[in-house]
């Protein structure tokens, strides 16, 4: 028996379908008829259709006035990717829901944070940084140049795309570097935006997409679209596993040591919280 | 003029010393004979002493109890590099301190963990993560090899040395992937773990270092003051840019747009909150 | 038309199976009666053998004493996924080719570098660093803890595994920091080991993994299999994108400038190289 | 002793400057009167002149038509940072020199790539990639964007500063993910580039730095300046650690194995290889 006691081998079993649970504020829409025009149902119905259309997704929605924003917990243990967007209620949102869904993040969820999200509870705990950057809302386009075409998100993606009218997001943006970049942004304004990127916090992936202001059709775009559902399929879940701290035994023999004493008070608390692992899909298809 | 307006360049001034204030909790000391009998005045004391006969530091200490944890604004303004240890009282420390010396950090203080501090809000915050790991107290051997034998921080250090009694940390460390590795211990109970490493979170530089269960005079041993003294140096402020998120004017001309609106709300707040940059001192010297 | 015209967008077509192409030396296996007993179709076939029970792999071996080593450009144009041995012939490989296959893992075929190919000319090529390490052959046991539980090469494994007896390769091991740390290993004579770990090159994944000294049955065992498989499927090719340098048109318009001057020995060049994109899988299943 | 044997503890002497060498090809220098009118002494010549002007730096020059270009092995033995500027005869240096200069910069020395070095010989062994970008000689202005404001090579330098005219240089660019990214540049035609980038491969640091095309006066820039000489600053080498792959003794006692061999062809290596450390200078100065 090779393997450690503490933590079982992942169990093969795989998904017949990955749970997306798309997550927006819901305020602009009310009170902007302009937002309204563009996302009659709100920017998470825009979003969860284009990925029903995807294929191979479960996908639902959830918003901030819903009781526990539509984040309970037995909804958040089911969802293998989350897709957030907010923008001008931040504040609103729970401070033990935000730690709720940081849990799961690094139990295995994925998450997507889009667009002003950046300075969303949720981001900003998960980063540990401002995650500031530079703004204007004006007539700005982008052009999104793909500097990492060998990756999972820009799948079907060219060299670059373009977006006629985008808020512009600037440098600095006060992240801690990236796992991977993913995207470049160019502005007609002058500056540059790292618009794409990727982090692994716990054992969660969390993909950063810069486009998507309220005011603009963002969300319909077909390069849009598919970066995002390529990002969704990227950040799935593929293991679930829950923290642990544990006091471990040790695997080979010690010397012994009249002076080493063992704190009462630690010493029981690993046997509590023995820890498990379920690895709850591969990652590869066909293993 | 080629500089930005937003970002005022860098002052050379250079700093005639560095300010390091050490914490830690001080109540192992108090409660148990054992650990007060090695370190007398506390743990920050001992270490306080060693790096004040490194020279060139300007060495203060704080601790749990007092007023503010010792940790009022206007200290942390003046200090460059903090060092932490605590262990039994993590939940002690008020969130509203943890979120200033976070602040701090991010301007560009430099931040010191030592051993039980993975578990201190303040690292947790910073790392998004949940700084978990696996631990025993017993009587292991612990090596530390230097894997990064070129970094400032192993300077004077050679390809390993031990420590001869140690509490074991073991992997899976929760922890974000660092950005410089720089010791990975072996310990004789048959784990590994990544006992130096190093992350940038916005403008400052943290280090953890595993080594100081307060229950071995680990503080006193040479190779660990060595390693703490040039984590120290490495780490210290070279800049303080506070956070902003400004509202930027177009630096090229913009095409018309009578769609693009600007939402009033948000483009005062910028102006408001002008970037400002103080660059205290260069990290190289004669620069 | 928002796709650049410099970059198509990728196919969608996926493959039916993954093809791998298994490369040894073959020649410890002829002169040693013990590495023989082991090994007796060749390191190469060993492999092989695990790989095709694995299921979606087409496997085929190749090794140093065929034309060519085995390694013609036609075959490496179509394999995806290429697993390399190599220890007492490294020398003998021909530059010629060596550049052949750094030029197609460049353009997206994943490489898996096992053992002593830490010092295959391939190896060292795409690394661009010496690659040395502390060895020893002696009765080490090896325990390899897994630092990245959610990556797909630690599918099926759990916290750590052990293998009886192995040779021992320590830190400081002279690689460029990885991209991702997957295995650390722990020895009975007191070292550590980065043993697994991944790089991204040009397009291509690389994944180098420590155990399997010849005169060991190391790769009879269970668990190795496992990550040997789970990396083959990890780093198989999803694109194949050759090379290009392009003198590339503006794409918004220029201010005149009378003193530029287009160099007209380059201007051509770029014409003469169109860039080519060929993504021949998605790496998510179902897309 | 808790040292290893296996290497020395640095020594903690300090130098008194800084050696640099600056390394060009003086060819279009030669062969273009307009290149001659802004670079008369060649590129070299320019860039050392503002690099003495700096203070505690010892500058030289070589070029490529010296013997050994300049790059004999006693004077690369001797230097800290080599500057490295190449263009339109990458392919007549040498490769037994671009050799030398690669191990010395994984024993230590600093390297400083600019331009058009990027298709340097020793640029591309060093990074392993094929280093390829877009690029376009027109009217372009150039703008770099500081996204590391607290690293030492972007000291003096505000949030960002312009070239009126430059070479443009586009995504993607065929390098390994930097350690740490520095600038990232605006076009006028609509491009992105990482302009500014660093990598530690062994022992030594590599600074890439973009602008710098023959035609245009950009090493009389004030801002381009300082950044090359932040950037020497930063590379200067602080160890000289010769390669080794040592057979290495057991630390800890080992079962006994009858089975285990020792392979007598390698086991003396190690023995007529002993590694040897030189630490010959701090980075962190007063230490």
Redesign the interface.
């Known amino acids: 028996m090779?393997?450690?006691a503490?933590?079982?081998?992942?169990e093969?079993s795989l998904p017949t379908s990955t749970n997306v649970l798309v997550w927006s504020e819901f305020r602009h829409e009310k009170a902007n008829p302009?937002v309204a025009a563009i996302y009659p149902g709100g920017i998470h119905e825009t979003i969860a259709a284009f990925l029903r259309r995807a294929?191979?997704l479960n996908v639902s929605t959830a918003w901030l006035d819903q009781p526990e924003h539509g984040l309970t917990a037995d909804r958040l243990a089911g969802t293998d990717v989350l897709v957030w967007w907010g923008h001008?209620a931040h504040g609103e949102v729970q401070d033990e829901i935000v730690q709720r869904v940081?849990t799961r993040v690094?139990e295995?969820m994925g998450l997507l944070v889009l667009h002003s999200g950046h300075?969303a509870k949720i981001f900003k705990?998960?980063?540990?940084?401002?995650c500031?950057?530079?703004?204007?809302?004006?007539?700005?386009?982008e052009?999104l140049?793909?500097?990492?075409?060998?990756h999972?998100i820009t799948?079907?993606?060219?060299?670059?795309?373009?977006i006629p009218?985008e808020e512009?997001y600037?440098?600095?943006?006060?992240i801690?570097?990236p796992?991977?970049?993913i995207f470049?942004?160019?502005?007609?304004?002058?500056?540059?935006f790292?618009s794409g990127a990727t982090?692994?916090?716990?054992?969660?992936r969390i993909f950063y997409f810069q486009p998507g202001h309220e005011?603009y059709p963002t969300y319909h775009q077909a390069?849009v679209q598919r970066v995002i559902?390529?990002g969704v399929?990227?950040a799935r879940a593929?293991?679930n596993?829950p923290?642990?701290?544990?006091?471990?035994?040790?695997?080979?023999s010690?010397?012994?040591?009249p002076?080493?004493?063992?704190?009462h008070r630690?010493?029981g608390l690993?046997a509590r919280n023995p820890?498990r692992?379920r690895?709850i899909s591969?990652?590869?298809?066909?293993?």
């Not at 703004?135 to 700005?140: A, G, I, K, L, V």
């Not at 799948?155 to 373009?162: H, V």
């Not at 002076?259 to 704190?263: I, N, P």
């Not at 591969?282 to 293993?287: N, Q």
């Open positions: 090779l393997y450690s503490l933590m079982k081998p992942a093969m302009k294929g191979g001008m940081k690094l295995g300075y705990a998960l980063m540990g940084t401002s500031s950057l530079k703004r204007r809302e004006s007539s700005d386009k052009r140049w793909n500097v990492n075409p060998a999972p799948c079907g993606i060219g060299d670059y795309f373009e009218a512009m600037g440098e600095p943006f006060g801690p570097a796992d991977e970049l470049i942004s160019w502005f007609t304004g002058g500056e540059v790292r982090w692994q916090r716990g054992h969660g005011t390069e559902t390529n399929r990227w593929t293991v596993l923290d642990c701290c544990p006091n471990a035994p040790a695997l080979e010690l010397p012994p040591d002076q080493a004493t063992v704190d630690l010493a690993g820890p692992q690895r591969s990652p590869i298809d066909g293993l």
